[in-house]
């Protein structure tokens, strides 16, 4: 049946190519990207735990590819899909991870089985004789931030339809409506849909970019409302990392709002310094909550200034804060971490800890969960970017440090079986107040053409992770942690990048 649903693919892209002489003009862009990567201690426990030793070497390989189906430069269509990634030798070819629809899935967001997913599938066009723009269908879509390369609440491919379109010479307004997650679907693989209200997760925003000469402040607001059968039969948004809680129950729904603001000022010759700030609220509709109490509720602000005055390299200082749960949420009262949507592909500081935008396999916390581990820190740290020395070859820097900001008695009163409950802390990725970490990364770039790169990195992680505290905790492999925690991580890859 995947080979059906390939040469259907390229039957379509076919027929596509034949409408050209019809007017339409079609425009391919994408990448093919291959890795190998050697990586040790990502579980932060010592040789011979009983999980065995974390050491592993993958060849890794994906493949995207955007169409643009273009009637005018005011209407297009644009298709992207993406086959992986995955290691080489899962069987013949078996490399695809595609969204599959089912009851107990997490709707658009989640991964399934097949070898192609769609990332995108939207169309786009301005209203005839105005700027306005329409954005219609599945897309990416992320929520404004100057730091980080995205938002660290809503950053993904999620079906949405927005606008934008400018005000005045210095103002612009965009908004939209989201659906994230819809239980409802006509390729369930469990029989039967759900009836009523609460199947669904709905989402509005917006942003009002205001730019001035060397400043751009962009404020935001989103508002999220989610029934308590949003990912099933009795599985609502609480029940996800992103929202989970002390008081979370599977079935519950809730209602969340955020708000923020981002800002870039170029105003100063030779500096470009960004900031960012979010907030963001979660109440689930559960009145028999503990003491009333339910949901979760903080905030992330970052700070990063960039020295433009070299032509060799970019100096980068940052520092990063979020709120962690304190001594309330230990005793099943509101989580104190933003609640997040989803898992935000793109924000990070370093590139081996918090994440790596430019790596297959280059994170710690892409696998384990940016919102169910990281929230709950605060991070500073120095990067050298783009230092160019020689023709064709760049290198990139990072060196940071780490420390939770989460109390350790979160730990230990919350028991291991609930949503939200100390399996939403995971060893490796959850900082409390006694855990730290220093980072240090060196990542090379060799163009050997235009379009063809050649990626070398490193990455090492010298973990302060105190065993004590985890390993009287409720979490599963707390024996593991008394006897073996704390252990160092490292990586080593190579990979080669295809962009045409």
Do not use: C
Not at 42 to 47: G, P, Q, S, T
Not at 63 to 76: K, P
Not at 169 to 177: H, I, P, T
């Amino acid at each position: 049946m995947k080979k059906f649903g390939v040469l259907g693919l390229v039957a379509f892209l076919l027929v596509a190519s034949a409408s050209l002489s019809f007017g339409m003009e079609m425009k391919a862009k994408g990448y093919w990207w291959i890795e190998a990567q050697m990586k040790q201690g990502w579980d932060f426990l010592d040789k011979g735990a009983a999980t065995a030793e974390d050491k592993t070497f993958n060849i890794e390989q994906k493949m995207r590819q955007q169409f643009h189906f273009i009637a005018s430069e005011n209407l297009r269509g644009v298709l992207d899909t993406q086959i992986g990634s995955a290691n080489w030798g899962n069987g013949l070819f078996g490399i695809g991870a595609g969204r599959s629809g089912n009851l107990t899935g997490t709707g658009s967001l989640t991964a399934g089985n097949g070898n192609i997913m769609l990332r995108q599938g939207y169309v786009e066009f301005r209203w005839p004789s105005t700027l306005t723009n329409f954005k219609v269908g599945f897309q990416t879509l992320t929520l404004p931030a100057a730091f980080g390369g995205g938002s660290a609440i809503l950053d993904d491919q999620i079906a949405a339809a927005v606008v934008s379109a400018p005000i005045t010479d210095n103002v612009s307004v965009l908004a939209g409506y989201a659906r994230a997650l819809d239980s409802n679907s006509n390729y369930a693989t469990t029989a039967g849909n759900l009836t009523g209200s609460g199947t669904a997760t709905d989402i509005v925003f917006a942003a009002v970019p205001v730019s001035f000469k060397g400043a751009t402040i962009t404020p935001f607001a989103a508002y999220a409302n989610a029934g308590a059968n949003t990912r099933g039969v009795g599985s609502g948004a609480p029940s996800l990392d992103g929202f989970a809680g002390p008081n979370s129950s599977s079935g519950q729904g809730l209602r969340a709002y955020w708000g923020g603001l981002a800002a870039s000022v170029t105003a100063l010759e030779n500096f470009k310094f960004m900031a960012d700030f979010n907030y963001g609220k979660a109440t689930y509709n559960n009145p028999s909550a503990t003491n009333g109490k339910g949901g979760r509720q903080g905030f992330l602000f970052d700070i990063a200034v960039d020295y433009t005055g070299l032509s060799m390299m970019t100096p980068e200082v940052f520092f990063t804060y979020s709120s962690g749960e304190n001594g309330n949420s230990s005793k099943d009262g509101t989580s104190e971490r933003m609640p997040v949507v989803g898992t935000p592909q793109n924000w990070t500081v370093g590139s081996f800890f918090f994440g790596e935008r430019l790596e297959l396999g280059g994170s710690i916390n892409n696998t384990a969960g940016y919102t169910s581990n990281t929230l709950g820190y605060w991070a500073a740290g120095i990067s050298l970017k783009n230092i160019t020395l020689f023709d064709k070859l760049s290198h990139d820097i990072n060196l940071l440090y780490a420390r939770g900001t989460n109390d350790k008695n979160y730990l230990y009163e919350l028991n291991n079986g609930g949503a939200g409950n100390v399996q939403n802390a995971k060893y490796g990725g959850f900082l409390t107040t006694k855990d730290s970490l220093w980072e240090v990364d060196f990542n090379s770039r060799y163009k050997i053409y235009d379009e063809l790169t050649l990626l070398v990195y490193t990455g090492y992680i010298n973990a302060d992770f105190d065993k004590d505290v985890w390993g009287d905790s409720n979490v599963t492999n707390a024996a593991d942690i008394k006897q073996y925690g704390s252990k160092n991580a490292y990586k080593v890859g190579v990979g080669l990048n295809y962009f045409f």
